[in-house]
């Protein structure tokens, strides 16, 4: 049975299952497989022809064999990596822009983002876990938008999970608002409050912090990306691109569109139990934490900026711990001490040169401003009639300016469907395209959603009163 280790050396080993229902390490670190599984180029190639959920089976159950069982989770894979719930057969199709250049197409499932990929599996993962122990769970949290809508399609179905969304009322777009509002579910609330997004996020720490509103008699549960089983869900992807273009058997490289680094430690993991990858590269908005520290070796965290990227909008980038983690050889009372000056916020911090050098083996990254985004959507419509979303053209964009090797195959991950970002589309000029089939009548269907005012006990007291319905 796997193992789990916090990053910071002084918290319990946990299983699967535990590591699921909590959030952060009690040492404030994120946990980790103690050992991650290793594949040899014969195994993977042997799984060239697999579909995706059979591909997804092979990839996940050794994360979590011994608390969830083969069968079921075979079930699982074939309820969520499917044409009902996602709108394109092949689930993860690649798309091509150029010789060698590709967009891997990850907005097919229900809201369009790619964190279906991982949230329509985690839903699943809990309500198994929730209901075999016999108790029920809480979720809460705060979205400026793709996380609350994918959280919400993930974990509507789950008889013994609770779902409280917050978001800031009138700040989120009409296509993301309705994806949380019009979704079915008697344990589904959306609470729109009447203030900024920072101030939804602080009632959701505050919560998580002092959970006595509960009773004592259910766990609130996060599903922000430091949940390991999102990062855990994410990997299959890069397996299954690779697999369609000739891997293993010849490497790829891989550029990411990156706000807390989740989707590319997903990328990182996958090399680590095998697979080719020449090439990582972190792509981000003016939010660029991670690319200064990259290029200049300098960490400093700066005020967050609004872009036409909002779901790249980061102050910090959490999941870059995990990295750092391996880095720094897995030395949990070192990475403490580092992380404890990184998260300081009073003076640059710098990494040991050797440990940057070795990251810079395999990671290159680019900030990219909101001109050369909406540029590089017109570029690319120009060139091939397909419209990216502006968090892809990021991707796009590094993709160029970073590769290495043009005989290696670039793959972009393409994180959102266009229609969501109608401010972007709009700049750079273009009609909104049409909702995808499965969405055509999202702009009809019933809302649901309560608006309070910013205010702790209100909300608190909304999830207490509907936790404990029954
Ligand atoms: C969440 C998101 C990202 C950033 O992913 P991370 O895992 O946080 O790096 C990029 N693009 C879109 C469209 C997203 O929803």
């Known amino acids: ?113 790619f964190k279906d990929f991982a949230l329509q599996l985690l839903g699943r993962l809990l309500d198994y876990v929730v209901t075999r122990r016999q108790e029920k769970v809480v979720i809460m949290g705060a979205t400026s938008g793709d996380t609350g809508s994918a959280a919400i399609e993930g974990t509507k179905a789950c008889d013994n999970v609770d779902i409280f969304i917050l978001h800031p009322y009138g700040k989120v777009s009409e296509v993301q608002r309705r994806q949380m509002t019009t979704v079915e579910g008697d344990n589904i609330y959306n609470i729109a409050i009447e203030g900024n997004f920072d101030q939804a996020q602080d009632m959701v720490k505050a919560s998580f912090g002092d959970q006595s509103f509960l009773r004592g008699e259910r766990k609130l549960v996060a599903v922000n990306s430091i949940n390991w089983a999102r990062i855990m869900a994410q990997i299959v992807y890069y397996f299954y691109s690779s697999l369609n273009l000739g891997g293993p058997l010849r490497p790829m490289a891989y550029s990411v569109p990156t706000g807390n680094f989740g989707d590319i430690f997903a990328g990182y993991m996958a090399r680590k139990m095998g697979l080719p990858i020449e090439q990582l590269i972190i792509a981000t ?19 967050l900026k609004h872009t036409i990227t909002p779901s790249m909008d980061i102050a910090v980038s ?22 404890a000056k990184m998260n300081a916020r009073d003076d640059v911090v710098s990494l040991d040169e050797d440990k940057l050098a070795k990251a810079r083996e395999l990671f290159d990254s680019l900030a990219v401003d909101e001109k050369t985004t909406v540029e590089t959507m017109q570029l690319v419509f120009n060139e091939t009639g397909y419209l990216l979303d502006p968090h892809t053209a990021i991707g796009v964009k590094a993709a160029r300016e970073c590769r290495r090797n043009p005989n290696i195959p670039m793959i972009t991950l393409g994180t959102a469907h266009p229609v969501k970002f109608e401010d972007a589309v709009g700049r750079a000029g273009y009609e909104m395209p049409a909702l995808p089939h499965h969405l055509t009548d999202l702009m009809e269907r019933e809302e649901r959603l309560s608006v309070l005012p910013a205010d702790l006990e209100t909300v608190q007291q909304l999830i207490a009163d509907n936790t404990f319905r029954d």
């Not at 520290?293 to 965290?301: D, F, P």
């Not at 999941?319 to 580092?338: M, T, V």
């Open 1 to 113: 049975m796997m193992k789990y280790i916090s990053t910071r050396g002084n918290a319990p080993e946990l299983t699967f299952e535990d590591v699921l229902l909590t959030g952060l390490a009690s040492d404030g670190g994120l946990y980790v497989p103690k050992e991650a599984p290793h594949y040899t180029l014969e195994e993977i190639e042997s799984w060239r022809d697999l579909p995706y959920t059979e591909l997804a089976h092979k990839i996940v159950y050794p994360f979590v064999e011994g608390c969830v069982d083969s069968d079921a989770l075979k079930g699982m894979l074939e309820d969520v990596y499917n044409n009902t719930n996602f709108g394109h057969k092949a689930i993860a199709p690649l798309q091509q822009l150029d010789h060698n250049e590709y967009v891997l197409e990850l907005f097919h499932g229900p809201t369009l983002a």
């Open 285 to 303: 908005n003016n939010n660029d934490v991670l690319h200064r520290l990259m290029s200049k070796n300098q960490y400093e965290v700066r005020p």
């Open 318 to 339: 959490s999941n870059f711990e995990r990295l750092l983690f391996d880095l720094y050889d897995r030395d949990g009372a070192k990475l403490a001490g580092l992380m």
